[in-house]
């Protein structure tokens, strides 16, 4: 969504670094950038204006000039308008205090409602609510029908007592589902209305009327992110004409700039609550400015992938894999559990989109969306073509059975061979990190000897030196320092736990009567004071 917009401004503060200070023209340039950047976005002009004056304004202040590194405090700023302009903080769904909470959604036409009263049904469902869906949109051909299988699909309740298609009276399907929600002690009511235009004014009474009638906790306003500034036109109209508390963005994963999620904020007052990005139901989630505003500056959701892995990832199959790479599980790390952790990463989602979540991956955005999805089909369908024994030992697969395998699978013997290198290099490295000997093959880490260096060759064995008595001495002049304190060490403990009479074996011993077996003359005992 707003790919054009990240690259834009990533090639801005590139402009920037290596500069120790940033003169007037600095600032002036930059800012010139950010509204050109803006722009091309497709902005609201009266946003642009305001965060390119906030952004000048903060530039030539104090946090910038006495920072040590000028363009990151740029960065810092420009983040921080973004936050603002999104909204600021997370704004959370209000519930009723008593009865069932009621969502009336409104919107244009086409802006996928009807997906996404599903979507928010299943979403309260995961939050351990009770959600009930109202088809109150009777325009649409097939509304209620789409309303009716997406409710299947979610698992919730759909209360649709009229046909639709241009059938049946929605403010009365309304006023019945609020006593049906009632009856059957659902404690959410999700309301479909139909979709409108901002100018039609018997559509928009009709909205208006439903509103009355169900007197709803959140009115959400669903707008299509992919429209522009339009959206902030739409938005004015619909505040005008029903009211509504917050702002659904739907299809975020459209290639469209972006520019309605950036104003609709500033010029309605109203915050974004939730954004939909996908097809699937489950594609969906809280809008969180200060997240929004790390993915156009390409700082990446973390956060975001931290929680979607904590819903979606086994923690019992997490734990025994881990265990096993650490070599404490009681069994070697195989390629069944190679496929496990494979298919757990999918429930995430495209691997594109998941990759897109990390830093810096903006520079890589092309070779993300040429990324063959089915490539995870293809390693699962030549892992799936091996006997149990061979997924739990790679070792014995050998040319004839790499043949086998491949013909199973339908792939090239190289594909198989690829695979199986690949599952031994990868085995490798989590072992090794598993185990906290960090990074193989980059150097200066502990436990690799004979690892790649720096410079792509092979590191050369240190010679060691001998010391005296032959004890062998390390080259690195460190580690002899600390061998050589730990061997005085053990010397002088060695001559304190020696016997001093030197009584073979070490056993206890009569020191009087040693002493007085040597035999000393009489006078020698002044010498011992």
Not at 10 to 30: M, Q, V
Not at 162 to 176: F, I, L, Q
Not at 258 to 278: C, D, E, K, N, Q
Not at 394 to 400: E, F, N, R, Y
Request: charged share 25%.
């Amino acid at each position: 969504m707003f790919a054009t917009l990240s690259d834009r401004l990533a090639d801005t503060f590139k402009n920037l670094r290596g500069k120790g200070r940033l003169s007037e023209a600095d600032i002036d340039a930059t800012a010139r950038e950010i509204r050109i950047a803006l722009l091309e976005a497709d902005v609201a002009l009266p946003v642009v204006r305001e965060f390119v004056a906030a952004v000048k304004d903060r530039a030539r202040g104090e946090e910038v000039s006495g920072a040590l590194n000028p363009a990151q405090q740029i960065v810092k700023i420009v983040n921080e308008e973004l936050v603002g302009i999104l909204g600021g903080e997370t704004r959370r769904l209000r519930f009723a205090k008593s009865g069932p909470t009621v969502i009336m959604l409104a919107g244009l036409q086409g802006a996928g409602k009807t997906t996404l009263a599903a979507k928010l049904a299943l979403w309260l469902k995961e939050q351990g609510r009770s959600p009930m869906l109202v088809a109150a949109d009777l325009q649409r051909p097939n509304a209620v029908n789409q309303l009716q299988v997406n409710g299947q699909r979610a698992g919730v309740t759909v209360f649709a007592p009229e046909p639709g298609n241009g059938v049946g009276d929605p403010v009365g399907v309304a006023r019945d589902a609020m006593a049906e929600a009632r009856r059957t002690l659902h404690d959410v009511v999700i309301v479909d209305t139909a979709g409108r235009l901002g100018v039609d004014a018997e559509l928009m009474r009709q909205a208006a009327d439903i509103r009355d009638v169900v007197q709803p906790d959140e009115v959400l306003f669903v707008v299509d992110a992919m429209i522009g500034q339009d959206a902030v036109t739409t938005a004015q109209a619909f505040l005008e004409g029903v009211g509504f508390d917050g702002v659904v963005l739907t299809k975020l994963d459209g290639d469209a700039r972006g520019g309605a999620a950036l104003s609709i904020r500033s010029v309605t007052g109203r915050p974004v609550m939730f954004a939909s990005s996908g097809e699937k139901l489950t594609d969906f989630d809280v809008f969180h400015p200060d997240r929004m505003a790390s993915r156009i500056l390409d700082m990446g959701d973390v956060m975001t992938l931290i929680e979607q892995a904590e819903k979606t990832f086994d923690s019992d199959q997490a734990l025994k894999a881990a265990q096993k790479l650490s070599g404490q599980g009681g069994g070697e790390f195989t390629l069944d559990d190679f496929l496990e952790q494979m298919q757990q990463v999918r429930k995430l989602g495209s691997m594109s989109k998941i990759m897109g979540m990390l830093p810096g991956m903006g520079q890589f955005r092309e070779q993300l969306e040429n990324f063959d999805e089915r490539e995870i089909d293809r390693i699962q369908a030549i892992i799936q073509s091996m006997t149990p024994a061979e997924r739990a030992n790679p070792k014995m697969i050998d040319g004839s059975r790499r043949a086998r395998i491949a013909k199973g699978s339908g792939r090239a013997v190289m594909d198989v061979n690829q695979l199986v290198d690949r599952f031994f290099e990868a085995r490798k490295m989590m072992q090794q990190m598993a185990r906290g000997g960090g990074m193989p093959g980059m150097p200066g880490m502990p436990g690799m000897p004979g690892m790649p260096g720096a410079g792509g060759k092979r590191q050369k064995k240190q010679p060691q030196k001998k010391a005296k008595g032959g004890r062998r001495v390390s080259g690195n002049p460190a580690k002899a320092a600390q061998e050589k304190v730990a061997a005085d060490q053990a010397a002088k403990e060695k001559a304190a736990s020696a016997n001093p009479f030197g009584t073979p074996g070490g056993q206890e011993t009569d020191y009087e009567q040693a002493a007085a077996a040597l035999d000393l003359p009489q006078d020698f005992a002044k010498f011992l004071k």
